[in-house]
């Protein structure tokens, strides 16, 4: 079965342009997370969906960020423009809806670096 | 709101034990996960603890008290490969799935 694929992996910018990161859970997740890890740092949610739902997205600087999961499976995670802070792990995880086993499945995340 | 502690790095030798503690202040906390993360890979489920007691998976164990908002994870017969950065993590009532991580503990096992 195919884990949480992110893409790109890597991805190398200049400060006030667009960046978009891709996310596909694992087939029959329903809930999926954005994540942010800065470097020596745990990961800090970003946004929670529910199917297509965003339904914890308070952590989510909304000037500048935004995402998608138009058909409740892929998520796309868009910065525009980007800042030199941006730099960081763009992590994207899903799990089952409704289980709260403390178990969230990660993908190996997109690494931003904005010059 | 929610905070965790956690100590930033821990050294240890290839067969030793190791314990990384972690403490939390959760509203409405529900269970503490342990998560590894090898450098530029990505966090992967070690365990999980909603009652009080120890839960053990091979060489890792983990151990929460609610009581005292505390947890650790114990690593036997340590090998190379453990050197990592390892997470606890908490989940809280009515917050869905979602969980709030640690800073990290770099783990580093040395010959």
């Known amino acids: 079965e195919a884990g949480v694929v992110q893409s790109p992996r890597y991805k190398i910018i200049e400060k006030k342009q667009p960046v978009a990161f891709w996310c596909n859970p694992i087939s029959g997740h329903n809930t999926l997370y954005w994540y942010l890890q800065n470097l020596g740092q745990g990961p800090e949610l970003l946004i929670r969906y529910e199917n297509e739902e965003a339904v914890d997205d308070s952590q989510l600087p909304k000037d500048r960020f935004s995402a998608e999961r138009l058909k409740g499976v892929d998520s796309t995670l868009k910065i525009q423009p980007a800042e030199l802070g941006d730099s960081a792990v763009y992590l994207c995880?899903?799990?089952?809806?409704?289980?709260?086993?403390?178990?969230?499945?990660f993908g190996e995340g997109s690494r931003l670096t904005v010059l | 709101g929610q905070s965790l502690e956690q100590p930033s790095e821990v050294t240890a030798v290839e067969g030793a034990i190791v314990q990384i503690n972690c403490t939390y202040q959760?509203?409405?906390?529900?269970?503490l996960s342990w998560y590894q993360q090898h450098d530029g890979g990505a966090p992967t489920f070690l365990s999980y603890n909603a009652l009080d007691g120890l839960e053990e998976t091979g060489r890792f164990s983990s151990f929460l008290s609610r009581s005292d908002s505390y947890g650790y994870l114990l690593l036997q017969e340590l090998q190379m490969k453990d050197s990592a950065s390892y997470f606890c993590?908490?989940?809280?009532?009515?917050?869905?799935?979602?969980?709030?991580f640690g800073q990290g503990t770099e783990l580093s096992v040395k010959p």
């Open positions: 959760t509203s409405g906390f529900y269970g």
């Open positions: 993590a908490v989940s809280a009532y009515n917050q869905g799935g979602k969980l709030i």
């Open positions: 995880a899903s799990s089952l809806t409704g289980v709260n086993t403390g178990e969230l499945f």
